[in-house]
């Protein structure tokens, strides 16, 4: 495997496990009764996600044009180990979301003081504060696992969740192999990943976060129990796993359609 492979597998284990830990977030500020400042710290997250995916862009890029030499291992193997690296990193953040949640809530506590980012950067991150960390360890348990039964939480808002990640996960590889495929179309094809994202972005947006949030604010009113709040993210979460192992399967077809879109409008 090449450093480039590497590199951009490593990426994208982060920007998947960034993501995946803005639950963590919002259920810090739900539990300390701060979900206002809790949001501000996804600023961070969203700028690891965002710079992340910046640098992914022009590696990826690198990686057809070996393949159009004919250098290095098939192209379509590097892609699904690069969709591997997605889900790893959406399990290394339910593993530590345990963990995180405390962290995220000293955080926002943190931040009420400090007033800011970077003052609260300044403030908490020190080698001392971090070898606290490994002392608050908390690791999933099997009995919250035994807590994730769907009821209670819509199943159509699983399953879209599951779909637009998949969507999302897939859309930037799907379009560059399109790119691979139709070599006389390939910058329509490549250009087309920031129309897929676009759609599977206006579909979090219309129908996952709204429900979201109104199940923290019904959570922060006291009409509705932490425990289930604990129960949907944890649920969020699986769905978007699930997500990444259906980006394995939509990677070949939605190549080939996004290869015929952009050759029937040529």
Same mark, same amino acid.
């Given at each position: 495997?090449?450093?480039?492979?590497?590199?951009?597998?490593?990426?994208?284990?982060?920007?998947?496990?960034?993501?995946?830990?803005?639950?963590?977030?919002?259920?810090?500020?739900?539990?300390?009764?701060?979900l206002a400042v809790a949001l501000s710290l996804t600023g961070i997250i969203v700028l690891v996600s965002r710079t992340s995916n910046l640098a992914q862009g022009p590696l990826t890029g690198g990686l057809i044009d070996a393949a159009k030499k004919g250098t290095g291992i098939p192209l379509q193997t590097e892609f699904h180990l690069i969709l591997a690296a997605a889900s790893i990193g959406t399990i290394l953040s339910i593993v530590l979301?345990?963990?995180?949640?405390?962290?995220?809530?000293?955080?926002?506590?943190?931040?009420?003081?400090?007033?800011?980012?970077?003052?609260?950067?300044?403030?908490? @991150?020190?080698?001392?504060?971090? +070898?606290?960390?490994?002392? $608050? !360890? *908390?690791?999933?348990?099997?009995?919250?696992?035994?807590? =994730?039964?769907?009821?209670?939480?819509?199943?159509?808002?699983?399953?879209?969740?599951?779909?637009?990640?998949?969507?999302?996960?897939?859309?930037?590889?799907?379009?560059?192999?399109?790119?691979?495929?139709?070599?006389?179309?390939?910058?329509?094809?490549?250009?087309?990943?920031?129309?897929?994202?676009?759609?599977?972005?206006?579909?979090?947006?219309?129908?996952?976060?709204?429900? @979201?949030?109104?199940?923290?604010? +019904?959570?922060?009113?006291? $009409? !509705? *129990?932490?425990?289930?709040?604990?129960?949907?993210?944890? =649920?969020?979460?699986?769905?978007?796993?699930?997500?990444?192992?259906?980006?394995?399967?939509?990677?070949?077809?939605?190549?080939?359609?996004?290869?015929?879109?952009?050759?029937?409008?040529?």
């Amino acid at each position: 495997m090449g450093n480039s492979l590497l590199l951009i597998c490593a990426l994208t284990l982060v920007i998947h496990a960034a993501e995946t830990l803005g639950y963590a977030v919002r259920l810090a500020g739900i539990r300390s009764g701060k979900l206002a400042v809790a949001l501000s710290l996804t600023g961070i997250i969203v700028l690891v996600s965002r710079t992340s995916n910046l640098a992914q862009g022009p590696l990826t890029g690198g990686l057809i044009d070996a393949a159009k030499k004919g250098t290095g291992i098939p192209l379509q193997t590097e892609f699904h180990l690069i969709l591997a690296a997605a889900s790893i990193g959406t399990i290394l953040s339910i593993v530590l979301f345990p963990t995180m949640v405390f962290v995220f809530m000293r955080l926002v506590a943190h931040l009420e003081i400090a007033g800011s980012i970077p003052a609260l950067v300044k403030q908490s @991150v020190s080698i001392d504060k971090l +070898k606290r960390i490994k002392r $608050k !360890v *908390r690791m999933p348990r099997v009995e919250m696992l035994m807590r =994730l039964r769907v009821g209670g939480i819509p199943k159509r808002l699983l399953v879209l969740n599951t779909a637009v990640t998949g969507i999302y996960t897939v859309g930037v590889l799907s379009s560059l192999y399109a790119s691979y495929l139709v070599p006389a179309h390939a910058l329509a094809a490549s250009q087309s990943s920031g129309l897929i994202n676009g759609i599977a972005t206006i579909l979090l947006t219309i129908f996952i976060d709204p429900r @979201v949030a109104l199940l923290s604010d +019904k959570a922060m009113a006291g $009409k !509705v *129990r932490t425990s289930e709040m604990n129960k949907m993210f944890g =649920l969020l979460m699986l769905s978007r796993l699930a997500g990444t192992v259906l980006a394995q399967l939509l990677l070949l077809p939605g190549a080939a359609v996004i290869a015929w879109w952009v050759s029937w409008l040529a």
